[in-house]
């Protein structure tokens, strides 16, 4: 890695790099699961997509996050996610947003 890159760019970078690896996989497997069991994956992610974007409003939820203002930040990316996630398999309730590296 270049010398030029701080430390704590580094380590942003880091998580950066690990989150997309993780986010690749995890589509890989869903599209997998799309293939064997496509009516049970939409069920599943829509339970998923509702569950957690009102989970992050709720205090008892993510403890560490104390900001009402990130609690609704977190709950509306979630939904922004997760519907692009389903607009992305065709799934009804699906709402195409663009992609950001």
């Known amino acids: 890695m270049p010398d030029d890159v701080t430390p704590e760019r580094k380590e942003i ?4 790099a690990r ?3 993780v986010e ?3 589509l890989a497997a869903l599209e997998l699961v799309l293939r064997i069991a496509p009516k049970e994956l939409e069920v599943f992610l829509e ?3 509702l569950d957690l974007s ?3 409003l709720d205090e008892t939820f993510a403890s560490d996050l104390h900001d009402p203002a990130e609690r609704t930040f977190l709950a509306q990316e979630v939904e922004r996610l ?3 996630l ?3 398999m065709d799934f009804k309730g699906g709402i195409s947003s663009p992609e950001e590296g």
């Open 47 to 49: 339970s998923r997509r």
């Open 13 to 16: 970078l880091r998580l950066r």
């Open 86 to 88: 389903q607009a992305d």
């Open 24 to 26: 690749r996989a995890a």
């Open 54 to 56: 009102r989970a992050y």
């Open 82 to 84: 997760m519907r692009n």
């Open 19 to 21: 989150v997309v690896s």
